[in-house]
């Protein structure tokens, strides 16, 4: 009967174990939203958000690599309290030919410093934009984490279409094919709401710049990383789950031992 108690109370730990550690690498990873766009889309805004996954060390600086291959224009960066901004340009091989004329340049970097993300906190990093791309199904932004310690997390590893998700995932970008009589203009709708924040940045894509943080109140982004993942807590749900009916298993055992015994 002891080895029997044992034994359920171990199988309980390690499942509950298992499904909680599933659950933190579920909502660790760098991760960009809206999760699509449509193809074209106008005037929008992508927020990345970074969550800190590491117990003794906080996040001290981000960088966002923006493909260049197929370009995302007009890119403005949003001030964030205590973060300041820089912006990289890159020439492009081939230009893109717009309404507004000829674009020969555009943003291939952002890295953010001077904040921290720590323990148990995530931070949103806005960023509007122009004009994304209509000649590809999504975008890559290859993302690094260092943290103050000095280790760095790498997030640059792109999904296969149709394949598993990999451990050091690039957050990705799906981008959408235009509803029909559908104008640029009308593309970004597919981001919802949040594409109406932003348009006040003061950090362009002309050149390589700076951006300090600005004194008003930024939106109440640092918070626990858990609450904002469902998926995370779902998984946690589960785990209590499982404790549950191990412990009615370990009770079923020791009621039917003593039954047995009398």
């Known amino acids: 009967m002891r080895t029997t108690l044992r034994r359920a109370g171990l199988v309980t730990a390690l499942t509950a174990a298992g499904i909680l550690i599933a659950a933190g690498a579920a909502s660790a990873h760098v991760t960009v939203h809206p999760g699509s766009y449509a193809k074209g889309a106008t005037d929008g805004v992508l927020t990345f958000r970074v969550p800190n996954e590491e117990d003794t060390a906080s996040t001290t600086k981000v960088q966002v690599f923006l493909p260049t291959d197929h370009p995302v224009l007009g890119v403005l960066v949003t001030p964030q309290n205590g973060w300041t901004a820089k912006v990289t340009t890159t020439k492009l091989k081939t230009p893109v030919k717009t309404d507004d004329g000829t674009i020969t340049e555009a943003v291939s970097e952002i890295t953010w410093t001077g904040g921290r993300i720590r323990h148990g906190q995530y931070q949103d990093f806005d960023v509007a934009f ?25 997030w640059i590893e792109e999904t296969q279409k149709g394949g598993e998700e990999p451990e050091n995932p690039a957050p990705v970008l ?26 006040g940045s003061e950090s362009g894509s002309g050149s390589d710049t700076s951006s300090a943080s600005s004194s008003a109140p930024a939106p109440s982004a640092e918070s626990s990383a858990s609450s904002s993942d469902s998926t995370a807590r779902g998984l946690g749900i589960a785990g209590l789950v499982v404790g549950v009916l191990g412990l009615g298993a370990a009770a079923f055992a020791l009621v039917r031992g003593r039954n047995t015994g009398s």
């Open 174 to 199: 799906a981008l959408t094919a235009k509803a029909a009589g559908e104008t640029g203009s009308d593309a970004d709708s597919g981001a919802g709401s949040s594409a109406d924040s932003g348009s």
């Open 130 to 154: 122009g004009q994304l791309p209509d000649d590809t199904g999504q975008l890559a932004f290859k993302t690094l984490q260092t943290y103050s310690d000095g280790n760095v997390a790498r």
